[in-house]
């Protein structure tokens, strides 16, 4: 059945777009999955990894189903298939796994802002990447000129958003938007992956917050995630913790 799975094996993990008759092109139901499995993913101590990956040779994800959206009211598609879409691709950037999109093909609109929001992207040689919104008269949604604004230089997003040009793997990867260019991308990422056997799992959680304050990704749950974080392993939190199941007044040690 078409959607998005989720498959883990020891500790690397596969969200799949499954729905290649139609491009793998995001429908409510699989936005509803992919937020499900997101919220499946942090709660998992055992995955260290997420391949972002997708079925079929034509493309990795074209986007959203038109058939989806176009009968909605401005209203409908405003709030509940832009600030959802948004909402759900936000929930996956900020996944405290890191994530590698495997672009075995070509990747627009919102499958370009899907692969956006993961932390590195392999990408195909003949696969190229697009934000055609405009020629069907409207705009990315789904953080396509806000976090690939972080990404990509300015007059590159606004050749794509603005004039339909498409980026090939070659400029992608030359741009820095994409790790590597490989025949074989999801043997790449895989390899990838298998490169944090012998990391700590909680030093690339910290490092990753780290980056995305430093980078603008929603810097404030970031930054009170990585103070939580500290004063959680304090004694001071295990004295207050402590004290208010005594009902009695803390004495904290300051360690």
Known sequence: MSGVHLSVEGALARLTLDNPAKLNAFTPAMLAQLDAHCATLERSADVMCVLVQATGDRAFCAGADIAEWAPLSPFEFARNWVREGHRVFDRLARLSKPTIAVLQAHAFGGGLELAACCDIRVMAPGATLALPEA???????????QRLARLLPEPVLKEMALFGRRLDAGRAHALGFVA???????????????????ASPRAVEVAKYQIHAGVGEDPSAMIEALGAGMIGASADKAEGVAAFAAKRKPEFPGT
């Open 135 to 145: 020629q069907v008269g409207i705009v990315p949604g789904w953080s396509g000129t």
């Open 180 to 198: 590597e260019v490989a025949d074989d991308p999801l043997t790449v990422a895989e390899g990838i992956a298998a490169g944090m056997a012998n």
